[in-house]
């Protein structure tokens, strides 16, 4: 479903926006539509990698935790 909107943009975009559309083989809409649509991915990516660079911080915090007693049993039945 689509809906239809009015934007009002200063002439050096809107000249950005027709090559923008010209390059991508599409119209002003589609062009819009498909920069939203990349500029969406572009923040679900970062959120992502943002998560899981917390997710490593994490899982790293809880191997430095509990290397010492996995160690520990480790050498204990090595001997």
Do not use: C, H
Not at 50 to 75: C, R, T
């Amino acid at each position: 479903m689509s809906a239809k909107i009015t934007v009002s943009l200063p002439e050096p975009l809107l000249a950005v926006l027709d090559r923008v559309a010209r390059r991508l083989s599409t119209t002003r809409s589609g062009a819009v539509a498909e920069l939203l649509r990349r500029a969406e991915r572009e923040e679900l990516e970062r959120e992502l990698e943002e998560g899981y660079a917390a997710w490593a911080e994490s899982n790293k915090a809880d191997a430095e935790f509990f290397l010492p007693a996995q160690a520990e049993v480790v050498l204990r039945d090595g001997s």
